[in-house]
T-cell receptor, first 110, second 116 residues
Framework: DAKTTQPPSMDCAEGRAANLPCNHS???????VYWYRQIHSQGPQYIIH???NNETNEMASLIITEDRKSSTLILPHATLRDTAVYYC???????????FGTGTSLTVIP | DAGVIQSPRHEVTEMGQEVTLRCKPI?????LFWYRQTMMRGLELLIY????????DSGMPEDRFSAKMPNASFSTLKIQPSEPRDSAVYFC??????????????FGDGTRLSIL
């Protein structure tokens, strides 16, 4: 599975959009991009995933560049409860494992 | 819908004791995963099952660790004997595998294990 690179930390003002970047320059054609988050003392929570098209659900939007070498998770209106560590993971269609890196620690500021 | 259920939520025991962690996956899911999370090593996959069969246990640290899945709705992770370095948060996750569509894993809230 391709390796991902994320900034270690970010801040975002409450009510503003949080844009979390992820670089996955070695991604291959059949690998999906997944986003999870982990709020302190809880289990990782699935947010969204995609292959090449942009995706949106009730939690977030996922924007994948045309060359698929990077992506951005967008939380449209960040709240204090969105403070968490966000993990960007790339996984192939036949793989059954998620490799969690160190993620981005997002702090939403009042 | 009920998510992945783990028990106990917290466990404190003395070294040398046997520890058993329990997991109930989401109904209908056929893959189950055990992870361990520590500050030093982050989140690591220990073992996973497909259709109750262990597929890859290469992440199990040593023979003191064992995992079973006697049926589709229950799994255990056992440590015997336990050591202080086993202290960590242990997560169980489940997913639907083999449908040809990439599926997310859904995690429980974990068991926080402290070995004194």
């Amino acid at each position: 599975d391709a390796k991902t690179t994320q900034p270690p930390s970010m801040d975002c003002a409450e009510g503003r959009a949080a844009n979390l970047p992820c670089n996955h320059s070695t991604i291959s054609g059949n690998e999906y991009v997944y986003w999870y988050r982990q709020i302190h003392s809880q289990g990782p929570q699935y947010i969204i995933h995609g292959l090449k098209n942009n995706e949106t659900n009730e939690m977030a939007s996922l924007i994948i560049t045309e060359d698929r070498k990077s992506s951005t998770l967008i939380l449209p209106h960040a709240t204090l409860r969105d403070t968490a560590v966000y993990y960007c993971i790339v996984r192939g269609n036949t793989g059954n494992q998620f490799y969690f890196g160190t993620g981005t620690s997002l702090t939403v500021i009042p | 819908d009920a998510g992945v259920i783990q028990s106990p939520r917290h466990e404190v025991t003395e070294m040398g004791q046997e520890v058993t962690l329990r997991c109930k996956p989401i109904s209908g899911h056929n893959s189950l995963f055990w992870y361990r999370q520590t500050m030093m090593r982050g989140l690591e996959l220990l073992i996973y099952f497909n259709n109750n069969v262990p597929i890859d246990d290469s992440g199990m640290p040593e023979d003191r660790f064992s995992a079973k899945m006697p049926n589709a709705s229950f799994s255990t992770l056992k440590i015997q004997p336990s050591e202080p370095r086993d202290s960590a948060v242990y997560f169980c996750a489940s997913s639907l595998h083999g449908t040809g569509v990439n599926q997310p894993q859904h995690f429980g809230d974990g068991t926080r294990l402290s070995i004194l």
